[in-house]
């Protein structure tokens, strides 16, 4: 199937950050086949979507639990290991397959309705989440969880966990669905929750598939108090055992020395910006300028909706740009174009996934479509200005449209696939027996 | 007039940030007369509003510039006497009383549409700025600025600028226009950009007249190095100069001692907490926790929107949060409930307005109805929930309707006053010519 989309406006978020003007992007399959000026656009016979706005490329959340929508604002004032110990984890231990699929259906939709088109997620209960990406049609990096921390054994032990993973890896290959919408990694939780043998092992499956291994590093300086009195460096630590060398990314990477930086750096290991969820939770704030400068990728993410409240990633983009700026001192510190392709290009480098986060030929056509009527473009013909009214004031508010694989999902703000009334009584059903 | 509001859910953000269930808000000739549950209201004759989801008080936003809107974007990653000088000064210089209007048009509109009633404005060309108020039906502290900073001398001499507001306010009182929609007040720019005499003039004038004191302060380290230089703490010398004693309003306070904030405390006077600008601008993050200990009323601004990019008190609210949390290290300093009341009642009380941010008998019926059937809502039972849902994951997005002393002046996200395409049709056509 072939399609022509045009728009005034088109950011293919290259390393440059181009504006394009009166552009076009043809889509083949799902895939982008050509993006420039119209005026110099190859012949095209198929049809052709004008679209009135701005168009970019689908948002990569890099770090997310969105099922934890069924408890937003459950135990919101809590520091990291009280929250999980004390609200959340007893809280996941009530929740069923059903109630996760539920979860992650209305996460799905809002991350759409924020312009963001994939999400790497930590969770349990894969087929529920898998079920619920499908139903919506987004695209997900599903990391399941591997954890042995109190009452997580109910989902057996973590060889289990691994096992599991692996056995759909090798029975469905790393990528799988329509237009490859799933992709499967290994999410073992934390250094503070496993032992060392299943972090070895479970990043040696990872490795040996070429599968992402997300894991939470250095979120707080207490989660792992104890291991920095054995051990030292964490990530020196884990690097000893092996974890590190595939494709790892790692979410948070808030108390990291230079040292450690320089290691993430050395094996390629990539990091999710989360400052929204690290300042809630009072965690501090990563140094992302130590890390972009030493060479790692960042990229950004919400966090599961518990602790980030909205799956919005522009306001982690511009929390990141005011955090980025205060530590500093420097008011050129992540500029609105350097924070866009974090958002996007950044993003998907970070979880390794070239094919997404920009609008080039062979990547997959996931487009965001962003109303330039409203009057947070003040002067839309003027680049740096579009730029920064895009990032600073416009954001998620304005997305309209949302595409992947060049399938429409999101229609003027509105699902294509589910009723989003109906979605928002099952989570709240849901919710509320939680609390009762 | 007599007219009834009902809604499920009410919030008067009284001191305990209270949640009424079924509740009933009614209003004669634009004040409040009682608020309650429905079971327990008087007897109601007049027209009854049933409105289906949370009706709270009108935000308001303690430090703005508004139609800086027609600049929003230019020069962002400057600091802020760079960004002054050369940007903001130079295409200031260029505007007109018309080009203010228009700006303060759209900016009116884009402040109702996240729910904000009440801005206090510091800019020039007051006629043009109350036009615009009153056109759009919203509600202002306007404290034109008294400056004699390079280029404003076109506007005349201090004198000149502190006597226009002094004429002003002797021939229209202090409040004036339908339902008191304008208050005037005095906006001596800074200690840095003044002769001493004319800070005491300024002073002098507003004590005399009971009218509020705006000015920025310690906004950042740089400005007044000089100041420092000759006469130690500038709070301390402003003090000397006789500022402080009447209704003061410093905007920022980034750079206060524990001195000085004892001084603030000890004269009564206000902050005006613009986090987000701070942020913007590397300037800094006002100790929040210091001041509010002292017992200094803090209120939160959204500066104008060249810096601060959109006048969305929510996510000025948000970030005041992450960052009193960040730089405290308490995951429970300033929570949802506090974050609501700064944004609403300590907002108001900053201003010295008893009469705003809050619903109770004898206030104006400033009035925001937000959308409680979104998901950002998941269980709106709960008390608690609902408030942090409120502030951390709903907010601006949200707000659907307005009322200004009862006066509905937005519907369904449109102001009912003034055609908001036309409005952003005519900022455009200013902020293109501002850039040629």
Redesign the interface.
């Known amino acids: 199937m072939t399609l022509r989309f045009t728009a005034p406006v088109v950011l293919p978020c290259d390393p440059g950050c181009s504006v394009l003007r009166n552009a076009a992007v043809d889509v083949v399959d799902g895939r982008i086949t050509w993006v420039g000026p119209v005026a110099e656009a190859p012949p095209h016979t198929g049809a052709v979507r004008a679209l009135p706005g701005l168009l970019l490329p689908g948002l990569v959340n890099t770090h997310c639990h969105t099922p934890m ?6 135990g ?5 290991l009280r ?1 999980l110990h004390e609200v959340m984890w007893p809280a996941e231990g009530r929740l069923t397959a059903s109630d996760v699929r539920t979860g992650m259906v ?1 996460g799905c939709v ?1 991350l759409l309705r924020t312009g963001t088109t994939t999400s790497v997620e930590m969770y349990f209960f894969t087929d529920a989440v898998i079920d619920a990406v499908l139903a919506v049609g987004s695209r997900v990096l599903l990391t399941p969880g591997v954890i042995t921390a109190p009452g997580w054994d109910r989902l057996g032990s973590w060889e289990a966990m691994r096992n599991g993973i692996s056995r759909r890896i090798d029975r469905d290959g790393l990528r799988s669905g329509p237009s490859e919408r799933i992709e499967l990694g290994y999410g073992p939780h934390a250094a503070y929750t496993l032992p060392a043998e299943a972090l070895r092992s479970v990043a040696e499956h990872a490795r040996e598939r070429g599968a992402l291994l997300h894991l939470h590093l250095a979120e707080t300086l207490d989660e792992d108090a104890a291991l920095r009195a054995s051990h030292g460096s964490v990530p020196a630590w884990l690097d000893q055992l092996g974890v590190f060398g595939g494709r790892v990314l790692a979410a948070h990477g808030v108390h990291l020395s230079d040292d450690d930086i320089g290691l993430l750096a050395a094996r390629g290991a990539a990091v999710a910006h989360c ?2 969820s ?5 965690a ?2 990563a140094r992302v300028a130590a890390l972009r400068r030493a060479g790692v990728r960042v990229g950004l993410g919400t966090d599961g ?1 518990a602790s980030g ?2 799956l919005d990633l522009w ?1 982690q983009a ?2 990141a ?3 980025a ?2 530590t ?6 992540l ?2 174009p350097e924070l866009l392709l974090m958002a996007t290009r950044d993003s998907a480098a970070a979880i390794g996934r070239d094919d997404l986060g920009t609008l080039s030929p062979g990547c997959w056509a996931d487009l965001v479509h962003v109303d330039l ?4 473009f ?5 680049d ?3 730029l ?2 895009l990032v ?2 416009a954001g ?2 304005l997305v309209r449209d949302v595409w992947v694989a060049g399938e429409q999902v999101l229609a003027d703000g509105e699902p294509t696939r589910v009723d ?2 109906a ?2 009584r099952e ?2 059903e849901v ?2 027996r ?2 009762t």
Not at 278 to 282: E, R, T, V
Not at 378 to 382: E, G, I, L, Q, T
């Open positions: 929508l069924l408890l937003r604002g459950m919101g004032d809590l520091p990291l929250w209305s809002e400052p929204g690290n300042a809630k939770l009072a501090g704030v909706p409240d909205d306001s511009r929390l740009g005011f955090l700026r205060v500093s001192g420097d008011a050129a510190a500029t609105a009527a409203d009057p947070a003040v002067d839309p013909a003027d740096g200005q579009l920064s009214n600073w004031a998620a508010r989003r009334a979605a928002t989570l709240r919710a509320a939680l609390h």
